[in-house]
Structures are given as C-alpha cells and as structure tokens.
C-alpha cells in the first residue's frame, strides 16, 4: 500500500515536471517577437529644378487683357449721352458718356462772377485813383462842414434849454445830429486815409485769403464740369455697358468696361519644382486653340511668388503683343512653350527649395535635405551649401543635382534609409 501510493506520487512529479516543461516552452515560444516590417511612410516631395521638363512641354492657359477697367464717372447726376455699345472699338479720348452739364456751368459761373468782385474789391484797398482821392477830399470838407454847422446848432439849442426855451427832446435830437456829424467826420478821415495809403495789412490778407478760397471752389467747379464727360483712357473695345442713357447715375457708378487689347496677357501655372527656372526659359511661344497654326513669340511678364495651396504651383504672367492678322480675345485657350538657355548655365545656382525641406540643426552640423532614391524610396541625408533666401525659396548652391527628388514636408520625423512613398504631385499642366 504504502509503496503503491509512494509510486503513484512520483507519477504526478513526473506528470508535474512534464507541465512545468511545457508551459516553460510555451511562454518562451510566445516571448519571441516575429519581424515586423516598418511602414512606408507617404511624404510630400518635389522634383529638384531638371531643365528637361521645361524644354519641349506645353503649359496651358487662357487669354486675358492686359488692362481692363471699369470706366464711371467722378459726379452724379442724369445721363444725357451714351454713344457705345457692347463690342465697340474706341480710341484714347473718345468720349463713352455724358452727363447734363447745365447745373454745373451755372455753379461755375456763380463762383467766377464772386471771385471777379473779390479781387476788384482787392485792388481798390490797394491804391487809389486821384480821382477817387479827389472825391474823397470832398467828402470829407462836407462832412467837416456839416459838423461845425452840428455843432453850432447843439450850442443855440443847449442855450434855448437853458432859458426855457427849447424842450429836453429838442436839446436831445440836437445832440444826436451833432454826434453824427463828428462820426461821419472820422469815417470820411478814415476813408481818405485808406485811399491815400491804402487798407490796413490785416484787411487786404483777409481779402486774400477769401479769393484763393474762391480761386480753389472755382477749380473745383470747373474740375466737375469737365468730369460730365466720361473718356476713355487707352485705345480698347467695349467689353460691357452697366447703364442705359438718360439715367440718374451716382458718382463712382461703373458706366462701361474697357478692354484693352492691343496686348494680351496669359497666365500659365509652373509645379514648384520647376518654377526656379522660369527666369531662364527663352524663345517662350504661344499657341491658341482657335488658332492653332499661328505662333506668337512671348515674354515673361510676372513670376508669381505664392504657391497654390492645393495644386502647389506657381502663377506666371506672359505678355504679347496682338497680331496683326488675327485677333485674340480675352478667353481664349492655349499653351506656352518655351526652352532653358543652357543646363550649364542655371545648374547649381538656379536650385531654389522650400525652406521646409531644409533641416538646420543647432550646433555644428550642417543644414541638409532628405534626398529621395527613385529605385528603392528610401530617404538619405544630404548635406547642403545654403545661398541666399529669394521669392521663391532657399537658394542651394551645392549638395543637390537638377533632377533629384527631395521630402519638402514632415523633415524632421524621417531616419536614413527610411522606406517612403511619394505623394502624387498636383501639377495642373499638360505636356
């Protein structure tokens, strides 16, 4: 009994070892880690400036004036006169409208007539003429006599009052008249004196100061007649009428839209990647749908220096002069070519990158860029000779090569060789 039981306790020990054994492998068999293959990580890149993909490849646009303008007038007031219509062509200072000028020659007039009278009051402050001075010594005599012939009366007056005589209201009216007397005597002084000498220098600057206040409202005046005609201001058709004749129209209101196309304009849209080499393209041609045979040479206008932020490309303004056998109007599609002078020329120093595809550490590294592997997707750092930064990004003058692909976002999560994948580059060209 006792050994049964001995024997069958060192089955379980065994029973026990061989579980003990078994879990042992098990946990060390799920401890072990299966390889796992770091992701592919989607990046923003671009392609570094390649001469290649400017030579030969169309860029679409459409036409456009190259000036345009709302035309209205600069007063309010009633059309009178609208001699244009919708696709009229007219030349620099015909007239395109008019307004009712009659209120403002009357106000013209008005103003002309007070600022005349202004500056013959003026002169007669001045300088007067001996004639006036002779008229003048006259009146003063007169007054004179009538003063002494004023006062006479008071005194025979005042004697009468005394010897109950003469009523208060006799001595009173006596007193009046003398004083009168004595004050048109000084004003006939005065006035001699004006004539003699001329005004007092405060009067003459404040008749002064009223006529070139006069002198500013008549050219404002007559600044507002000649703004009842509407002109044009360069040679152009008209591309819309805003007003019908004989309308109240308010100042500022457009009246018509001029186009002027003696030049036209095309805006193409360049991929970042090639934008830096847009100073260098030449012999720059362009073709119109509805003209397709016909080959316009142009030129470069304006480099737009602000990206679109969905199609991440770059607005370029071409300019050509209009042909003589055809006529391109505003709307009309068509693409531009152009080609690069020399690769020589513009390599090295025509690289212009985003300034969020250059990593700048602190310390005594140098700033550098993840430079993208077209095999394989992987990323490896490149370090980079910085120039100056431009319009259009950080001019890199060595460490990178026309043609390579670098991340232009998100730089600062990636390692070296790190596998990734290039997301699509929204171009919005035709080639």
């Known amino acids: 009994m006792i050994s049964n039981a001995h024997k069958g306790f060192r089955l379980c020990d065994r029973e026990r070892a061989v579980l003990v054994l078994l879990l042992i492998g098990c946990v060390v068999g799920c401890g072990k880690e299966e390889p796992v293959e770091p992701p592919v990580r989607p990046v923003r890149a671009m392609q570094v400036a390649n001469t290649a993909g400017v030579t030969g490849r169309a860029f679409p646009g459409r036409a456009k004036a190259s000036a345009e303008v709302n035309l209205a007038f600069r007063v309010s007031g009633p059309l009178i006169e609208r001699p244009v219509n919708v696709g009229d062509l007219v030349k620099k200072g015909a007239v395109v409208a008019r307004i009712d000028p009659r209120d403002f020659e009357t106000e013209l007039a008005d103003i002309s007539n007070k600022l005349a009278e202004a500056r013959a009051q003026l002169e007669a402050m001045r300088v007067a003429r001996p004639e006036e001075i002779g008229s003048l010594e ?25 010897n109950d005589n003469a009523s208060k209201s006799d001595l009173d009216q006596a007193r009046a ?154 709307g009309m599609a068509g693409k531009a070519t152009g080609r690069i002078e020399s690769s020589d020329q513009v390599a090295g120093a025509s690289i212009a990158v985003p300034v969020s595809a250059v990593v700048s550490p602190d310390g005594t590294d140098k700033p550098y860029v993840w430079v993208i592997d077209e095999a394989t997707q992987k990323v490896t750092r490149r370090n980079v000779t910085l120039g100056e930064l431009t319009a259009l990004g950080l001019r890199v003058t060595s460490g990178l090569k026309p043609g390579e692909w670098i991340a232009t976002a998100g730089v600062h999560s990636l390692r070296e060789g790190q596998q990734v994948r290039i997301l699509h580059q929204h171009g919005g060209l035709s080639s």
């Open 138 to 162: 006259a009146d003063l005599a007169a007054a004179k006599a009538e003063r002494v012939k004023a006062e006479a009366d008071y005194q025979r007056v005042q004697q009468l009052y005394l």
């Open 177 to 330: 008249l003398r004083d009168v007397a004595r004050e048109a005597v000084n004003s006939a002084m005065e006035s001699l004196r004006i004539g003699q000498r001329g005004a007092r220098a405060e009067d003459i600057d404040a008749q002064q100061a009223r006529i070139r206040t006069l002198e500013a409202q008549q050219k404002r005046a007559r600044d507002a007649l000649e703004d009842t005609w509407l002109k044009v201001p360069f040679d152009g058709y008209i591309a819309q009428t805003f007003v019908d004749n004989f309308q109240n129209v308010r100042a500022m209101q457009p009246i018509v839209r001029l186009l002027d196309i003696s030049r036209i304009e095309m805006v193409v849209h360049i991929p970042e990647s090639l934008i830096s080499l847009a100073p260098h393209v030449t012999d720059i041609t362009v073709r119109f749908d509805t003209f397709a045979d016909h080959e316009i040479p142009a030129q470069i206008k304006e480099i737009g220096t602000e990206a679109s932020q969905t199609t991440r490309t770059y607005p370029v303004t071409l300019i050509m002069k209009q042909p003589q056998d055809i006529q391109i109007l505003p």
